[in-house]
Antibody, heavy 123, light 106 residues
Framework: QVQLVESGGGVVQPGRSLRLSCAAS????????MHWVRQAPGKGLEWVAV????????YHRDSVKGRFTISRDNSKNTLYLQMNSLRADDTAVYYC????????????????WGQGTMVTVSS | DIQLTQSPSFLSASVGDRVTITCRAS??????LAWYQQKPGKAPKLLIY???TLQSGVPSRFSGSGSGTEFTLTISSLQPEDFATYYC?????????FGGGTKVEI
């Protein structure tokens, strides 16, 4: 069935790096834009980044710009989030989510979500 | 950035009640709005997109309306499985922001 599975979370010290992965199954990743969304403990949802179906366009929220990079390997049906210079306020569950729009560069609603992976930034 | 303000932030209701949640935007953006349901420890689930289109598989007791700066999510007859937190999200410009959430409890 259509599914997203995140991995790569864990406990990391401030200033260190972590790479999250999101493996897609049941659909062809290259046909969709993909997003990362995070949720700090007990808090609401926060959009992090988007990468469009062909990888040619991507956007990051200001608070992670220059530290996080979204990327994709369509041949492996996998989405990534490289997180550098991590801070305590990056602590959250990170979800990958599929944009329901296929080709094109305008966002639409997120119709498929992974189960999330927890990232804890602490010394 | 477009700010989304949901009201109420907390709602106490009973099975069978009609429930309405409002999402107000700091600037207008036509119908580029989605609603999600999230249960504790679970990923969000898409309910409504384009402000009023029901996602496939979502019960018809859920409906959405509005445009511009004011949007609503209505549950016509609350069911036990509907007790959750609901979020609106705009899809008009970056950053794509979510509302603060509305927790619906018994």
């Amino acid at each position: 069935q259509v599914q997203l599975v995140e991995s790569g979370g864990g406990v990391v010290q401030p200033g260190r790096s972590l790479r999250l992965s999101c493996a897609a199954s049941g659909f062809t990743l290259r046909s969709y834009g993909m997003h990362w969304v995070r949720q700090a403990p007990g808090k609401g949802l926060e959009w992090v980044a988007v990468i469009w179906y062909d990888g040619n366009n991507k956007y990051h929220r200001d608070s992670v710009k220059g530290r996080f990079t979204i990327s994709r390997d369509n041949s492996k049906n996998t989405l990534y989030l490289q997180m550098n210079s991590l801070r305590a306020d990056d602590t959250a569950v990170y979800y990958c989510a599929r944009d329901r729009r296929g080709s094109g560069y305008y966002p639409d609603a997120f119709d498929i979500w992974g189960q999330g992976t927890m990232v804890t930034v602490s010394s | 950035d477009i700010q989304l303000t949901q009201s109420p932030s907390f709602l106490s209701a009973s099975v069978g009640d009609r429930v309405t949640i409002t999402c107000r935007a700091s600037q207008g953006f036509s119908s580029s709005l989605a609603w999600y349901q999230q249960k504790p420890g679970k990923a969000p689930k898409l309910l409504i997109y384009d402000a009023s289109t029901l996602q496939s598989g979502v019960p018809s007791r859920f409906s959405g309306s509005g445009s511009g700066t004011e949007f609503t999510l209505t549950i016509s007859s609350l069911q036990p499985e509907d007790f959750a937190t609901y979020y609106c999200q705009h899809l008009y410009s970056y950053p794509l922001t979510f509302g603060g959430g509305t927790k619906v409890e018994i």
